[in-house]
């Protein structure tokens, strides 16, 4: 009876191992993006535009922009990339921004700027029917917009 016991406590304590394991091994992308969210927030009162390399704080080469309600699969096709925790915007005024370095996604922004605590919006002549994109060899000049607790950055 005891080693059944002994064994019930030892599987549970692995299943406790696992479970915290994963809560505490985030994405690389989700990571990214917390680190651009503080970068952002911190972004002084009386500075006016930023170029978006200055506060990425983690190496890019292309950012796309993708327009409301594109599909996943869509997604996954422009990029060249498809991981697993990709949503689609539902509704206008939500972001879906995507950071890729050397092919792979290194920051995915995703939802309403309201809830999120910041936005990003941008446009560029190189675009694909369902968004923009940018490279790091673009101008990167964005103006800051301050809208009660939220900041915006647009280009």
């Known amino acids: 009876m005891k080693s059944k016991k002994a064994v019930v406590i030892i599987a549970f304590g692995i299943l406790c191992i696992a479970i915290l394991i994963k809560l505490l091994n985030k994405d690389l ?67 879906q921004i995507v950071f890729l370095k050397d092919g792979k996604v290194v920051c995915y922004l995703y939802g309403y700027p309201e809830n999120n605590g910041y936005g990003i919006s941008f446009e560029s002549e190189n675009n694909k029917d369902a968004g923009h994109i940018l490279s790091v060899k673009d101008d990167l000049k964005f103006q800051i917009e301050r809208s009660n607790y939220l900041v915006y950055l647009r280009n």
């Open 29 to 95: 992308w989700d990571v990214n993006e917390e680190l651009l969210k503080e970068e952002v927030l911190s972004i002084g009162h009386s500075v006016e535009t930023i170029n978006l390399l200055d506060i990425t704080p983690f190496e890019w080469d292309v950012v796309y922009s993708f327009k409301p309600y594109t599909p996943k699969d869509y997604i996954y096709e422009t990029v060249g990339y498809k991981w697993d925790r990709i949503s689609e915007t539902v509704n206008e005024g939500m972001n």
